[in-house]
Every structure is written in structure tokens, then in C-alpha cells.
T-cell receptor, first 111, second 113 residues
Framework: DAKTTQPTSMDCAEGRAANLPCNHS???????VYWYRQIHSQGPQYIIH???NNETNEMASLIITEDRKSSTLILPHATLRDTAVYYC????????????FGTGTLLAVQP | NAGVTQTPKFQVLKTGQSMTLQCAQD?????MYWYRQDPGMGLRLIYY???????DKGEVPNGYNVSRLNKREFSLRLESAAPSQTSVYFC????????????FGDGTRLSIL
């Protein structure tokens, strides 16, 4: 599975868009990009995933570059409740679907 | 809609004691996983069960055993607890179909003195 690189921490003003980057330069053609978040030591919460195309759901948007070597998670209107550690994970789906977590990005939403 | 349920939520053990962490899911998922999370770190996979009747080691299996009791339940056992096993333990489940995310429980906070 490809490794990912994320900034250690980021700040965002409440109500503004939060853009969280992730580099995965060694990603292979059939590996998915997943985003999870963890709020204050709760269990990780699934946010969104994609393979090649940009994706949007009720929580966020995922923008994947054309070469798939990086992606950006966008929270369109960040709230204080979005303060969490965000994990970008690249995974090849198959027999086990094991997730490999890095240290993630601590997003602090400021009032 | 319970999802993934872990018991207990908190536990304090003495070194050398044994205990079993329980996990149950009600989503009819094939795969189940046990992770541990130490302070300031991401989750690390201990063991997983790709389907009922199978279990395999993950990244940090030493000191642990698991049992896939049935499709719903996956337990993690510490035979002789050590202070290095003080951690938060998370259970997760998923389907093996492409793109299906893992769903996590709320964790068991385990302290070993």
C-alpha cells in the first residue's frame, strides 16, 4: 500500500472552507484514497473515499489530482465540531482491506 | 442502529492478569479488525479476520490472541498483561466489496499497572 504524507497540523476559521492536503506519490492505479477523522480519541469516523474522480458527499469533497499523486479533502464550512485529527489512507482493496494509519493532520477550527 | 459495540469501555489491570475485550457488529460484515492506539500516534493493526473462521496477524500481534466467535463477534485476549499494552483498543468491521469503509467502535481504554 502506498504511503501518505500530511501536514502535522492546520488551523481554519469557523465558517471558512478547510482544505487538507495529502501526498501519495507512489499510489498505484487501483488503490483508493480514503479519509477518516478522529474526534478527541473517539473511534475513527469514515468521511469519504475515491479512486480517480472527484467525490462529494454530505460531509466533504475529495479532489484527486489527475496524476493521482495527491489529493485534498475539503470541508466547505468548518465548524468547531470539525476539530479533529484527519487521516488520509491509501489502500488496495482485496482480501483483507487493512488500513494503515499515519499520524494524520490535526485540524483546529478557531472561533 | 448500534454498529460496532465494544465492551468494556474502561479497564484497569495489574501486570500479569488476563482479560478479554469483546467486540460485536450488527451490520452483517464479513471482516473484523482489532487496532491499538498509543498516545499521539495513529492506529496500528493487531489482528484481523477477513471472514468467519479465519484470523491473521497484523502489524503488532505479539502478546495478543483473537477469536472470531461467529460472524458478529471478534474478541481480543491478553493472556498476561504488560504495562506496554496500556493503550486504547478499537474494533472495526467492514465488507470486502471494493470501496466499503471500515466502521469503528468507541474503543476500550485499558490501563495496566
Amino acid at each position: 500500500d502506498a504511503k501518505t504524507t500530511q501536514p502535522t497540523s492546520m488551523d481554519c476559521a469557523e465558517g471558512r472552507a478547510a482544505n487538507l492536503p495529502c501526498n501519495h506519490s507512489t499510489i498505484s492505479g487501483n488503490e483508493y484514497v480514503y479519509w477518516y477523522r478522529q474526534i478527541h480519541s473517539q473511534g475513527p469516523q469514515y468521511i469519504i473515499h475515491g479512486l480517480k474522480n472527484n467525490e462529494t458527499n454530505e460531509m466533504a469533497s475529495l479532489i484527486i489530482t489527475e496524476d493521482r499523486k495527491s489529493s485534498t479533502l475539503i470541508l466547505p464550512h468548518a465548524t468547531l465540531r470539525d476539530t479533529a485529527v484527519y487521516y488520509c489512507i491509501v489502500i488496495l482493496w482485496g482480501a483483507t482491506n487493512k488500513l494503515i494509519f499515519g499520524t494524520g493532520t490535526l485540524l483546529a477550527v478557531q472561533p | 442502529n448500534a454498529g460496532v459495540t465494544q465492551t468494556p469501555k474502561f479497564q484497569v489491570l495489574k501486570t500479569g492478569q488476563s482479560m478479554t475485550l469483546q467486540c460485536a457488529q450488527d451490520m452483517n460484515h464479513n471482516s473484523m479488525y482489532w487496532y491499538r492506539q498509543d498516545p499521539g500516534m495513529g492506529l496500528r493493526l493487531i489482528y484481523y479476520s477477513a471472514s468467519e473462521g479465519t484470523t491473521d496477524k497484523g502489524e503488532v500481534p505479539n502478546g495478543y490472541n483473537v477469536s472470531r466467535l461467529n460472524k458478529r463477534e471478534f474478541s481480543l485476549r491478553l493472556e498476561s498483561a504488560a504495562p506496554s499494552q496500556t493503550s486504547v483498543y478499537f474494533c472495526a468491521s467492514s465488507d470486502l466489496q471494493d470501496g466499503q469503509p471500515q466502521h469503528f467502535g468507541d474503543g476500550t481504554r485499558l490501563s495496566i499497572l
